[in-house]
Structure formats: C-alpha cells, structure tokens
C-alpha cells in the first residue's frame, strides 16, 4: 500500500514537465490523479501512461485564467472521484514567446502583466477557493503550490513572472494560516533551474550560465520536485505547513561569488593557500 492510496489528487498544468513527473509520482504512491491542463492532448497523453501502468488517472481540461473552468474541474473531479484530498498548483503560463515578453519594468506591457497574474496567481488563489469546501470536509487536506527561485531574488528579466510567484508564496501563508485548524495543509514548493523539455530548447543558453550557481553537481529533474510533491501530500508531513520549500540545488542559499570563486577554493582545499 503506498503513502497516498484512497487519496484524490488534482495536478495543474499536469501535461507539462514537472506535473506530468508529479501526477506519475502521486498515481504510483496509490493516489487517484486527475491531470488537468489546458493542452488537453498532453493531459489525456499522461492518464493514459498512468493507467497503463495500473495506475487510476483521469485527463481534464482547465484553463486557470477562466473561473468557470476551475469551478468545472472541481465539479467534475468530485463528480467522478466524490472527493478530493489533494491539489497540486503547478500550472502557470510558461510559454517562450509569452516569457519573452516579461521583461524590464519600464516597458512592460500590461496584457503581459495582467494575464500572468490571471492565470499565475489568481488561478491558484481561485483553485484553493473552490477546493477548499472538499478539502476541509476530507479532514486531512494537502495544497501545494508552486512558486520560483525567481519569486526569491532579483532578476533582470520577468518581472511579472517573479511578481506573480512571490505572490503565490505569500498567498500559501495566508492558506495554512486560514484553514490548518480544519485540517488542511498548505505549502508552495520553489523550484531552482528543472530543465524540461520545454526549457531545454528555450533556454539553453540560461541553463547553462545557471548550472555552475547551483551548490549540487546537477540542475534538478521533475522527479526531484515530484518527490517532494508526494511528500507533502502525505501523511508524513503532517506537521508541515506554511513552507516555502526549496528545492533548488541550494541555488537561492549562496552568494553569486562562490560560483565565481570555487576554483580558488578547490586549489585551497588541494593544499595551497587561500590567496589575498
Ligand atoms: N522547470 C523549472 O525549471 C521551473 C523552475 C521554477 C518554477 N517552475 C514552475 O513549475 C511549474 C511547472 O513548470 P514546467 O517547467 O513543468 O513547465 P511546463 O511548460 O512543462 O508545464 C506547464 C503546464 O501548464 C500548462 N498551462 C499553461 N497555461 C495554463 C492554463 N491557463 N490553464 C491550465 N494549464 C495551463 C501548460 O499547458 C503546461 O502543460 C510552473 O508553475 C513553473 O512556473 C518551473
């Protein structure tokens, strides 16, 4: 029996990388995942994997920038699952061309800033509300949320992105501080550099410069995020909410100058001399 059998899960943008490894993850732990993403294709693509490998999963639209939509997947998951323990809120707007247009603050274009924040922020606050009844009458509720790195530091380059997950860490307090005394749990998890199909053949040149920040040897895999996703979803992270939980490669808990200064530190730890 696996940590999450009997449990309903919801996964966002759960056709993409990082759901997709996650929906998997929480299916092969014994939960019943609904794969929700707005390509639709990609979401049937992934349930289908996942009952292929005796697992219970279901594909269902969402578009988190329509109310209606959300309140449908709700609707429609507890009409198919008749409850619902478990919502992962990983789905945010991360097409290249529409990242490429989240740049400095002084030329922002507001339907950039305002549809990141739709879909980005108000898509999760609006997932967290329309749960939250079946959630709380579960008694034993897990919410987790995604942010950035980019919600943590400062950048050069999307800013409404950044703005948008920052807003989603503060958000996730608000949660656990509302309803842990209901029973549900509520934490976002920061992802560092995850590179994934998408991000690979976008931003090659970034993933490269970002390697080196990193603290461990290698950028992360879905799998890692997806680790923790069922980590808070269960049981042993009963005593876990209101986290910021950062699973980065420790990229945001250094200075930049140690990437820049670590062949020096090697050649001091080889036996010579720590330098001016
Ligand atoms: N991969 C990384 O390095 C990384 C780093 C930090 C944060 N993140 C965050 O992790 C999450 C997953 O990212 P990913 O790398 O897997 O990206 P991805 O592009 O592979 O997946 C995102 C998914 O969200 C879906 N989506 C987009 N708009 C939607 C909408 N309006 N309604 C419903 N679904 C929608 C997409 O179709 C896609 O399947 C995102 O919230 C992202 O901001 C990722």
Redesign the pocket.
């Known amino acids: 029996m696996g940590r999450l059998t009997g449990r309903t899960a919801i996964v ?10 996650s929906a998997r993850r929480l299916a092969e732990e014994g939960g019943q995942v609904v794969v ?4 639709l294709d ?2 049937q693509k992934v349930a289908s994997e996942i009952r292929a490998t005796g697992g219970d999963a279901i594909a269902m639209y ?5 109310p209606d ?1 959300i309140r449908k997947l709700i609707d429609d998951t507890l009409a198919h699952y008749g409850k619902l323990e478990i919502v992962f ?7 290249p061309e529409f990242l490429e247009r989240d740049a400095g603050i002084r030329e922002m274009d507001m339907e950039v800033w305002d549809h990141t924040f739709q ?2 922020t108000r ?1 999760t606050m609006l997932m967290i509300k329309h749960s939250l009844p079946a959630l709380i009458k579960s008694g034993d509720g897990a919410i987790i949320n ?5 919600s943590l530091l400062g950048d050069l380059a999307r800013s409404a ?1 950044a703005a948008s ?1 920052a807003a989603v860490n503060t958000l996730t307090l608000y949660v656990a501080a509302q309803y842990g005394k209901q029973g549900v749990r509520c934490n976002v ?11 690979r053949k976008s931003q090659p040149e970034l993933i490269k410069a970002v390697t080196r920040h990193h603290l461990t040897p290698d ?2 895999d ?1 799998e890692d ?1 997806a680790a923790m996703v069922a980590f808070l979803a269960s049981s042993d992270a009963r005593f876990v909410t209101g986290q910021i939980m950062r699973v ?1 490669g420790g990229v945001t808990k250094a200075f930049a100058h140690v990437a820049d200064n670590r062949d020096q530190f090697e050649a001091y730890v080889a036996g010579g001399s720590w330098g001016e």
């Open positions: 966002t943008g759960g056709g993409g990388g990082l759901g997709s490894a929700a993403d707005i390509l990609r979401a969402l578009d988190l920038g329509d939509s809120n990983n789905g945010a707007d991360t097409r879909v980005n898509g995604t942010s950035s790195g980019a992105y997950k998890i920061s992802p560092g550099m995850v590179p994934t199909e998408t991000s950028l992360g879905p995020i980065d």
